[in-house]
Each structure stands twice: as C-alpha cells, then as structure tokens.
C-alpha cells in the first residue's frame, strides 16, 4: 500500500509584513510539512515583502502601493513569482485558486474587503482583522451563513473563547469574560493620561505589537472593539458580554457556563499560540509556544475596568446600542484620530472626543448593506479631519 503523502496546506498571508504576518510565517517556516505561503500581500513595504517572497517562494505577492509595482516584478518575477499592486489586487489575493486558508493580518478598514471576498470565495479564515466584524459584524455573520468557510480567530482573546466552548453545548453558556491588561496606563491618574504622548502609550507591557493596535490598547478602544467583534463571532448577546482587567495577560479570558462553572485558557502572551491553533483549524501544534510557569500563575490579579480614565471602552455599549453602522463610524474616527495622535496632532483624550463628535453628527444607517458601509465609513473619516482640523 502506498504511504498517504500530506500535502502542505496553502495559505495566503494578506498583511505579511505586520506583526502578526510575520510571527505566522515564523510558524509556516518551522512547518514546512504542514504549510506553505503561497500568496504574500503587504501594504508599504516593498523591501520586506521581497525578502519575505524570496525566501518563502509564493505563487503570487502583492503590493497595496501601486507606485512600488515596478520595484516588486523586477524582483520576483525573474523567480517565477507572479506579481499585482493596488487595493483591488489584495482583494483578489483573497480568492486566489488553490489556496485553502486566507489570513487577514492587515491593520484597520482595509481589511474587509478582502475577507469579505475570501468568504465568498468559501476559503477559511484565519480572522487576525478584528475592524472586518466591527465595522460590519452583521453583514459579514450573514455571509457566513451561506458560506463553507470558517472563521479561526487569531485575536487571542477570542481564540481562547474559541478553546473554552470546545464541546460545550452553546445554550448552556451564560457569558463571556473578555480579558484587558488595562494598557500602559492603568494605574496613571487622569491628569497624566491626558498628557501622555504616542512614546508613553506605545510602550505596552505585554504585547509587542503594532503601532495602531498599541494605542487603541492603551484608550481601551482595543477592548471596545474586542467585545464587538466577540459578539459577532460567537453569535452572543452583547449583555453577555463582560470586560475583566487583568494586568499579567495570562488568562486569554473566560467563559461562564449556566451551571456556574467558568472554564478559562491560560497561556504565555505570545500571539504565535493562538496563530498555531487558527492555522491548524483548532489542532493543537506541538510545541507552539513555551510553558507557563507556577512563578507567573502566582501573580494573577484582576481589576474592575474603569471607563471615567477609559472612555473609548464604553462605546462598544454605544455601537451595540445603535447598532447599524454605527460600530463602522467609531472605527472610522478611531482610524483618523490614532493617526493624529501618533503624529503629534491631538492629545490623548482628543481620540475620545473625535469619536464622539464623529459619531453624533454621522448619517445613521439602521440596516446598512456593503456600498452603506463603504459610503459610512468614507463619511466618518471627513467629518473626523474636520473636527481634528479645528
Ligand atoms: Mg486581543
């Protein structure tokens, strides 16, 4: 009898360059058994999307920069790589023929549409975009209703939710109890929050993330958004939905069962874990991250979360309120006012309140469909660098 020879699975890696892109090729280069690139997508950074695809070898890369097409088929096609630029090939990337599993590692709004189109194309997702079910949580549960695809989220407090309801029976969950480390700033009093710069809140205490997703965390927009796209995923009421801080980032967060029970996952704060097990589908890889060790489980501590020095995180209540687009308008805003306060533009309480102006004088669309989204979200970004502006 012949062997069974296991093909590696194909991939495609939309957000390559990223923090997140790069630790999945990390995973894909220790499993070549298991995995192979074979569509690279970055935005920018042509230089590291060349070093990425000539030592990966995919079958396709792609530049969002169409100015740094040029520059990317002199390198690659003399290696038989195929090569495309602009918004509209990224999305592309995500159908492409072959590839089984698509992970959405770019950063922000950007990102829906190529999840969208990889649904549509019924390739898994491995969900690293969390803006994809803020901004359209609704629009792109339905979809999924029609779909073969499954979602794998790679957020790790999603994932670890993912691995607490492994073989629990859905109606006997009571809530979900989404972990925060509470950000750079959770022990600063007010007054020095407002005066903390994008240097401050760039250091984050557990995480080595990037740039927009280190600020969102340290406004708690982060936690915001987590609860949102928790409630989308899962399918849960958003009152039963709760935030913890917990400042180690070793419990990934919780799920409470009707009997009382509360299951959680525990875990280094490393992002390859929770990338290892989206990848695999929900198998475990072995030897995917280092242990925890009974030093770090005896430091573990939790805190109510406190929205009069974190505002942003009570508007995931708003959005959920709302509902419609409203979610895709905080993200708009959010989008521009991190941009300005990592350029030195606004003070970090004005991202709080760009939001909230943005949010209140927003059209409201109750039941939006995708070309809503886009024109919302269009919408949202002006009458932010407006009030920025001022
Ligand atoms: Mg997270």
Known sequence: MKPIVNQPKNIAVLGCTGSIGTQTLDIVDKHPELYRASVLAAGRRVDELIGLARHHRPD????????????????????????????SALAEAAEEPGVEMVVTAT?????????IRAIRAGKDIALANKETLVVAGDYVRRL??????????????????????????????????ITASGGPFRTWSRERIAAATA??????????MGAKITID??????KAFEIIEARWLFDMEPERISAIVHPQSIIHSMVEFTDGAIKAQLGVPDMRLPIAYALGCAD??????????????????FEQPDTSRFPCLALADEAIRRGGNAACVINAANEIAVAAYLHGQIGFYDIYDTIAHTLGNASYIAEPGYADYVASNTEARTIAREYIKR
């Open 217 to 222: 965390s340290a406004t708690m927009m982060n």
């Open 107 to 115: 950063v922000g709004y950007s990102g829906l549409e190529p999840t």
């Open 144 to 177: 999924l209703e029609k779909s073969p695809s499954r979602v794998y989220p790679v957020d790790s407090e999603h994932s670890a939710v993912y691995q607490c309801l492994a073989g629990e029976r859905r109606n006997k969950v009571r809530r979900l109890i």
């Open 199 to 208: 240097k401050d809140a760039l250091k984050h205490p557990n995480w080595d």
């Open 284 to 301: 475990r890889l072995e030897g995917a991250e280092r242990p925890l060790t009974t030093d770090q489980l005896a430091t573990l501590t």
């Open 60 to 87: 396709l890369a792609v530049i969002a920069d169409e100015s740094a097409l040029p520059r990317l088929r002199d390198a690659l096609e003399p290696l038989g790589i195929r090569t495309a630029a602009g918004a």
